[in-house]
């Protein structure tokens, strides 16, 4: 699976939008990017995951370039509950392959 | 749903005795995952199976450490003889193969080894 890079923190002001880039130069055609987030002594959670074309949810959007080499997981208006560790991670979808790896992850903290 | 169970959720034990984590999948699921959590090395990925079957066990730290999935719906992961440095927390995630590569992680057990 290829590597991810992602800033070791990032602050947001709450109600105001909070965009978490990842880097994935690295990444394979058949490989989709993969966001969870992990809420303080909780287990990680799935926010939203994507192969190419941007993707919309309910808990957030996530936009990734053209050439793939780049994503952004954008939270549109950040609360403080959305203070977490965000990973991005690239990996083969619909294998029997489990293996996902969690880097350091983006810790972001949403402040009033 | 009532998502991935584990069990307990702390622990606390002494050097040398044997601990045995438990996990049950959500139902339907067939892979499971084991990860261990720690400051400093992260979130791990110990050992998976799909369909009971274990797939990849390299995570899994050393023979003091082993995993079972008797059914769909049951897992450990047993550590004997306990030892300070598995002081962790040891989540468990599952997800359904054929589906997309989501895993849904359990509340975890935090482990304390004295």
């Known amino acids: 699976d290829a590597k991810t890079t992602q800033p070791t923190s990032m602050d947001c002001a709450e109600g105001r939008a909070a965009n978490l880039p990842c880097n994935h130069s690295t990444i394979s055609g058949n490989e989709y990017v993969y966001w969870y987030r992990q809420i303080h002594s909780q287990g990680p959670q799935y926010i939203i995951h994507?192969?190419?074309n941007n993707e919309t949810n309910e808990m957030a959007s996530l936009i990734i370039t053209e050439d793939r080499k780049s994503s952004t997981l954008i939270l549109p208006h950040a609360t403080l509950r959305d203070t977490a560790v965000y990973y991005c991670i690239v990996r083969v979808e619909h294998t029997n392959a489990g293996k996902s790896t969690f880097g350091d992850g983006t810790t972001l903290t949403v402040k009033p | 749903d009532a998502g991935v169970i584990q069990s307990p959720r702390h622990e606390v034990t002494e050097m040398g005795q044997e601990v045995t984590l438990r996990c049950k999948p959500i139902?339907?699921?067939?892979?499971l995952f084991w990860y261990r959590q720690t400051m400093m090395r992260g979130l791990e990925l110990l050992i998976y199976?799909?369909?009971?079957?274990?797939?990849?066990d390299s995570g899994m730290p050393e023979d003091r450490f082993s995993a079972k999935m008797p059914n769909a719906s049951f897992s450990t992961l047993k550590i004997q003889p306990s030892e300070p440095r598995d002081s962790a927390v040891y989540f468990c995630?599952?997800?359904?193969?054929?589906?997309?590569?989501?895993?849904?992680f359990g509340p975890g057990t935090r482990l304390t080894v004295l």
């Open positions: 994507g192969l190419k």
């Open positions: 995630a599952s997800r359904l193969i054929q589906g997309s590569d989501t895993q849904y």
């Open positions: 139902s339907g699921h067939n892979s």
């Open positions: 199976f799909n369909n009971n079957v274990p797939i990849d």
